[in-house]
């Protein structure tokens, strides 16, 4: 009756140990799929910025096309999209609902331009303020138009965010260090008696050690694998309700979210089991009865 007893108090400490330290992993991957996500959410709209290129009113398309080209090779460019005069008119008189060219003699107000989106490393106030210089040096180009105060309050937003992001997964390892600590010294402590005796009959210590780090490392696989599960899952079901999900967690995103949880639960219960079983080893008999 009595083994039954302690078998039965050996399985509910597993399974505590298993959902407690299944909490902590979740958390933290939480942290590490949120901070990625982010990173990744602020590339694509940097790159997703446009400046837009008035061209001069002798630029044909086909001029424009040319240097389209050319400025597709420069290395903060990501793409261009010429828009003729004709396509402008269009797109202005569908806009406004009537044709401008009906007020000016069937003179067309618009020029050739060229929308450019640049690299997501360039997307900064500097480098917006560079490229625009290089630009307006070219013959063909009149001015070039952007939102600067948006870029200006998307870096700036952008780096709140990961600052926050920063705190939040510093705090929240020292939580997971603190609970997983406690949780394994609970376990070891219920077995300090056993420890101790192995210990006078001449055990090493790292004899004594392994069955409890095997039991731990046990705990964080278990634990890991339920964690990535979770999340996983509500990675899928995400997706299914917002497809834009899809473009920022993208497959490498969730590997490293996997592997960083995989990672800590291997770690975080190792090094606690090493320190907790071996504060008990260092422990006097007269100190096990408190």
């Known amino acids: 009756m009595k083994k039954k007893r302690n078998m039965f108090f050996r399985r509910m400490q597993w399974f505590t140990s298993c959902i407690s330290t299944t909490l902590v992993l979740l958390l933290l991957g939480l942290v590490v799929l949120f901070g990625l996500s982010a990173r990744e959410l602020s590339k694509s709209v940097r790159e997703n910025l446009t400046i837009t290129l008035l061209l001069d009113d002798d630029v044909e398309t086909p001029q424009a096309d040319t240097l389209a080209l050319r400025l597709q090779m420069e290395p903060y460019v990501r793409s261009t999209t010429v828009i003729s005069s004709e396509q402008a008119l269009k797109e202005e008189s569908e806009r ?3 044709d401008p060219t009906e007020f000016l003699g069937g003179e067309n107000p618009y020029t050739a331009s060229i929308e450019m989106t640049v690299a997501a ?12 210089k290089q630009l307006r040096n070219m013959w063909q180009v009149t001015d070039v138009v952007y939102q600067r105060e948006l870029v200006d309050n998307l870096n700036r937003t952008l780096q709140q965010v990961t600052i926050v992001l920063a705190a939040l997964a510093l705090l929240l390892m020292i939580i997971s ?25 001449g055990a090493s210590w790292g004899f004594i050690r392994w069955p409890f780090i095997k039991r731990s490392l046990g705990i964080g696989l278990t634990a890991a694998i339920i964690a990535d599960a979770l999340l996983l899952g509500g990675i899928y079901w995400a997706t299914q309700q917002d497809a834009f999900v899809a473009t920022i967690v993208t497959p ?31 422990m006097k008999e007269a100190e096990m009865y408190r």
């Open 252 to 282: 490498q995103i969730i590997a490293i979210m996997a592997a960083s949880v995989l990672v800590a639960g291997f770690l975080l219960t190792f090094i606690c089991t090493w320190f907790s079983v071996g504060h008990f080893l260092r």
């Open 121 to 132: 490393d360039y997307a900064c106030t500097d480098s917006l303020i560079w490229i625009s």
């Open 177 to 201: 260090v603190v609970l997983i600590n406690n949780t394994v010294r609970l376990s070891v402590y219920a077995r300090r008696f056993t420890i101790h005796t192995m210990r006078l009959v």
């Open 96 to 98: 406004m609902g009537t």
